[in-house]
């Protein structure tokens, strides 16, 4: 196994799913202690039907927290990174039988109140995965958002918006739902364990015909808040645009990748 995973199950809620589909949001997360309570305030429990918390080797009291607050928890002996997290995410709400994913950050540095609005497109059935955009959400900048991550954003947007041939106005929020269709179609365990895991994720889903749409958000920047600095960002930059180069390469036939193979091939 990649990974070992500690299963403490807290609660299993049998009731029939709230809005016919079974919706589940996953947390993951890392030293959240002081803000799951407030991010926890602000997600209306009437639109989902669980939440699951991963731990991702945390060294603070973020599992004691979320064990009393009765979430279902996964715990990570250490720590394997965001991409890593995710994956213990999706496929242990898989397990669970979810049919629509939302992931939630716990840092509440993403404003979970536009849940509602994540989750009806996919309801409705009208598209696969839906984001939450700070472009959108107009003037991410008064919200803290430093600067030099804006015009990196816009500029690796618009490199990606290039190369996949759709427009979105993000790709980089950490505010998403996905349909069980989309996970169960793309490759996401050959991903990466880092950030650019949530670039590979859209790039499988765009080769594989998956539609997306984006609603606005707003967001927090607060010393709490989750961040990577600016020798962190390059990397990750650097990281995306090699996941573009192996999009092309892959859709043109020049070289086959294993993360853009269907999950059954591995």
Not at 161 to 179: D, I, K, P, W
């Amino acid at each position: 196994m990649l990974y070992k995973v500690l299963l403490t199950e807290k609660r299993i809620d049998m009731d029939a799913p709230k809005h016919g589909k079974k919706i589940v949001v996953v947390m993951p997360a890392y030293n959240a202690e002081k803000t799951l309570e407030r991010t926890l305030a602000d997600i209306d429990r009437s639109w989902v039907d669980e939440i699951i918390l991963v731990d991702d080797g945390s060294r603070d009291g973020t599992v004691e927290l979320a064990r009393r607050l009765g979430l279902r928890v996964f715990v990570h002996k250490k720590n394997l990174g965001y991409g890593g997290n995710q994956k213990t995410c999706y496929t242990q709400a898989l397990k669970i039988g979810a049919e629509i994913m939302i992931m939630v950050h716990p840092d509440h540095q993403y404003d979970p109140r536009v849940v509602p609005h994540l989750v009806q497109p996919l309801l409705d059935g009208s598209c696969d995965a839906v984001f939450g955009s700070r472009m959108l959400g107009g003037r991410p900048l008064e919200g803290g958002m430093p600067k030099w991550k804006y015009l990196a954003n816009i500029f690796l947007t618009a490199i990606e918006n290039a190369t996949f041939y759709m427009y979105l106005t993000e790709y980089h929020s950490g505010l998403r739902a996905y349909s069980r269709r989309y996970l169960e179609t793309v490759n996401f365990m050959a991903n990466s364990n880092d950030f650019v895991f949530d670039t590979e994720i859209i790039a499988q889903g765009v080769l594989h015909g998956m539609s997306i749409r984006e609603i606005p958000i707003e967001t927090r920047y607060f010393s709490e808040a989750s961040q990577i600095g600016l020798r962190r960002s390059i990397i990750y930059g650097f990281s995306i645009l090699k996941t573009l180069v192996k999009f092309k390469m892959h859709k043109k036939g020049l070289k086959r990748f294993a993360m853009f193979n269907d999950p059954a091939e591995g």
